[in-house]
């Protein structure tokens, strides 16, 4: 291990030499090929500094209070010396290869930064830290090829990325400037087959498979999933020659909610033999290359031009003509054939990649109900060689102790709070909120030792429960229950355990309570479960941390933010999952009391859509009846009038006592659905299209409460809507950085 040290920046001659110099916050979880900053070589001699070599590991090592450096590393793409902040690894290489060790720290940075750094402001590592961090460790060839299969997904993101940017900002530079109407040899639809009466004289529509298939927009967007198929005959095929899906082409729904959706229609990956599209879409045939239209047609820049063709009164829609007039920026044919193929093959590439993630998934589940005895069995179907001996029944009262002792005497320990994903996360974390514990009484909490688990007992049902892995005490609220086990038991082993169907059945058989349903200790000793030997307890829990972490890895890897539309999510109104739509309150803003805080549209950011605190003010106005204006835990706040209209915001109580104000409408979220789940909703490109074309007025834009209430929400399980706010909730910080880190790749020179 070495890390590095700063030069005198009083002594100009130790600056802007040949020899580069890094520091932590130029570390991108990536390669870095670059830094800032250089020094000479004597300010090398200096400073005591060495070169370090390209394709060292290099980890952040301070300042790690912060969630945007907390994990933050980078493998070197050029030799460069380091500052005091970063910290280079050099491993055994008989054990373990750089490159895995990259890929390991970069999915568990985040955990090990909050669990095993120290400080009271300052989070940091030392040398002695770091070496107790724990690793699991496959044989180097395995290692050799996670780290090659990483690295090939990493190359594609990067590729992705630099598609919209390429798109977005490059070609508007060097490509010309073309109306729709010329870059397609056809622009059709299904009404141009003749008049409406026409129409009903010559096509009659089937429900029994017919010649052809007649193909909707809703069966391009479920993948012919839908059993509700339409056929025509052969007349009927022949007649809608126009709209004959027999060559790749591109399709537009133009009216109703899915305009701005694109299709590329292969006929190869079309269900039946002979294909017609159905009404409500225009047809496009490009006479260049058609998959680089349909990418140009995905872009921002087109879909901004759409919709200000979409028509303001009645059902949103627009026609022909006025698609034809949008213009895009196009290079040369040849140009467009190799982008477009490009960019088909990373769309091919994306998709095998997706399917890898979900098929991890099954293994997983698979090997949970494999690799743990069935009832009235002894042995599991599936374990590892060596391993003969019958599993043992064991009570839980046998190996369980409950250690939750009371901070009677306000030591001052970090709070933690346990979520249904994460396991363990420090409350500030949790609630966005720095100081977040700070007027609390820590003295009810209970105490969590390292190597401990606690759940509560109120959630456990929905996997509500963590195992502490820190160095150090912390606490918990007084809610949770807080346990070890006996030394013969594997925790990673029983954190597995934890989350399978064996200890679901036994929450739900033994959980008590008539409203909310409770699971607390004395109900936790009261299960069985087989257990294994010590030995083959670890090699299990060691195999599914490993599954866990490829699943981890497969999500983040394969740019899925956009696609978790599931087909049995159900579609709901906003006005079905909010309980009440309710406008602020009409006051004027004044100077901020110290306690009562004010929040109008533009207090809340454009991006971030927090509430902007570097202005505070108050509500104008007596207070005394204005009870129904606080903001509660989960009140979700959406724009209604001008240029910020549709803009959103949630309420969390870290925010501390809020009013409303009346150009602002309160959303109430039933319990039955989860807010976060439904604020992330809102920054989505489907809720942006619904504002862009419901918001339209003579005057101003605006939107009312009705019109919020109509916005379709697809929604899973109430479980699966908190895991997916949880997760865009902690990427929203994230995904915030890596923007800025691509908007200053773009401008450099």
Request: proline share 3%; charged share 25%; glycine share 6%.
């Amino acid at each position: 291990m070495y890390n590095g040290q700063t030069p005198s920046r009083k002594r100009d001659e130790y600056w802007n030499g040949n020899i580069r110099w890094l520091s932590s916050g130029e570390l991108n979880r990536g390669i870095v090929y670059s830094s800032i900053e250089t020094i000479t070589e004597e300010g090398k001699k200096s400073a005591n500094l060495r070169v370090v070599p390209k394709g060292t590991f290099v980890m952040a090592i301070t300042g790690l209070e912060a969630s945007g450096t907390r994990g933050n590393c980078a493998l070197l793409g050029f030799d460069t010396t380091l500052n005091q902040s970063c910290m280079a690894l050099f491993p055994k290489q008989d054990i373990l290869i750089s490159q895995f060790l990259f890929q390991w720290y970069r999915m568990v940075g985040e955990e090990y930064g909050i669990n095993y750094t120290q400080g009271t402001k300052q989070q940091s590592y030392n040398a002695e830290l770091i070496k107790i961090l724990p690793i699991l460790l496959p044989s180097i060839d395995e290692q050799k090829k996670i780290a090659s299969y990483l690295n090939s997904i990493d190359h594609l993101i990067t590729l992705h990325q630099r598609k919209n940017i390429y798109f977005y900002e490059k070609v508007t530079l060097v490509w010309e400037q073309r109306k729709l109407e010329d870059i397609m040899d056809t622009v059709t639809d299904y009404v141009a087959a003749g008049s409406f009466e026409d129409i009903r004289n010559n096509v009659t529509y089937l429900n029994e498979p017919g010649y052809a298939q007649l193909v909707r927009t809703v069966d391009l967007k479920k993948k012919f999933t839908n059993n509700d198929s339409i056929y025509v005959d052969e007349s009927a095929f022949k007649y809608l020659w126009r709209v004959n899906l027999n060559e790749e082409c591109i399709v537009l729904p133009n009216i109703g909610a899915n305009i701005g959706e694109v299709y590329f229609v292969e006929p190869s990956g079309l269900p039946y033999d002979n294909n017609v599209l159905g009404p409500n879409a225009i047809l496009l045939k490009a006479n260049e290359d058609t998959y680089f239209a349909f990418t140009a047609l995905n872009n921002l820049t087109f879909q901004k031009q759409l919709f200000e063709n979409v028509g303001s009164s009645g059902q949103p829609k627009f026609n022909k003509t006025e698609l034809k007039s949008i213009q895009l920026y196009m290079p040369q044919n040849e140009e467009q054939e190799k982008i477009g193929q490009y960019f088909r093959d990373l769309d091919h590439l994306i998709t095998l990649h997706q399917r890898k993630c979900e098929e991890t998934k099954k293994l997983k589940k698979y090997m949970l109900q494999k690799m743990f005895p069935q009832n009235g069995q002894k042995v599991p179907e599936i374990r590892f060689s060596g391993f003969t001996d019958a599993w043992e029944q064991r009570k839980f009262s046998e190996f369980v102790k409950n250690v939750a002792v009371r901070n009677k005497a306000g030591v001052e320990l970090e709070c933690y709070a346990v979520t249904n994903d994460r396991g363990f996360i420090s409350q500030k974390e949790a609630h966005d909120a720095f100081g977040y514990m700070a007027d609390a009484d820590t003295t009810a909490y209970n105490i969590v030792p390292p190597s401990s688990f606690a759940y509560n007992p109120a959630r456990i049902n929905v996997g509500s429960i963590g195992y502490y892995t820190g160095i150090e005490n912390v606490i918990v609220s007084s809610l949770y229950e807080v346990f070890q086990t006996a030394d013969y038991v594997d925790d990673r082993f029983m954190w597995h355990w934890f989350k399978s169907d064996h200890f679901s059945k036994w929450i739900e058989r033994l959980q008590e309570g008539s409203v909310r349903l409770y699971f607390y200790y004395d109900k936790l000793i009261q299960c069985e479960m087989k257990m294994p030997s010590l030995e083959e307890q670890k090699k299990m829990g060691a195999f599914f941390d490993q599954l866990d972490h490829l699943i981890t890895l497969h999500q983040c890897k394969c740019h899925l933010l956009h696609k978790l539309l599931h087909n049995d999510w159900e579609q709901r109104k906003l006005g079905e999952i909010a309980f009440s739509f309710e406008y602020g309150l009409n006051a004027a803003a004044k100077e901020y009391d110290g306690e009562n805080k004010y929040i109008r549209i533009t207090d809340i950011d454009n991006n971030t859509h927090e509430f902007l605190t570097y202005n505070l003010t108050s509500p104008d106005i007596d207070l005394t009846d204005a009870e129904n204006y606080k903001l509660a835990e989960g009140d979700i706040l959406l724009a209604r009038t001008g240029a910020s209209v549709g803009k959103s915001y949630i309420y969390r109580d870290s925010d501390g006592l809020v009013y409303y104000a009346g150009f602002l409408i309160r959303a109430r979220i039933r319990e039955e659905y989860d807010a976060e789940f439904v604020f992330q909703s809102t920054l989505t490109d489907k809720y942006n299209k619904y504002i862009a074309v419901t918001s339209q007025r003579s005057g101003q834009p605006g939107m009312n409460a009705q019109e919020y209430s109509e916005f379709e929400i697809r929604v899973p399980e109430k479980e699966e809507q908190t895991k997916i706010g949880t997760y865009f909730r902690i990427l929203d910080h994230l995904i915030t950085l890596h923007h800025r880190k691509y908007i200053y790749i773009l401008k450099s020179p």
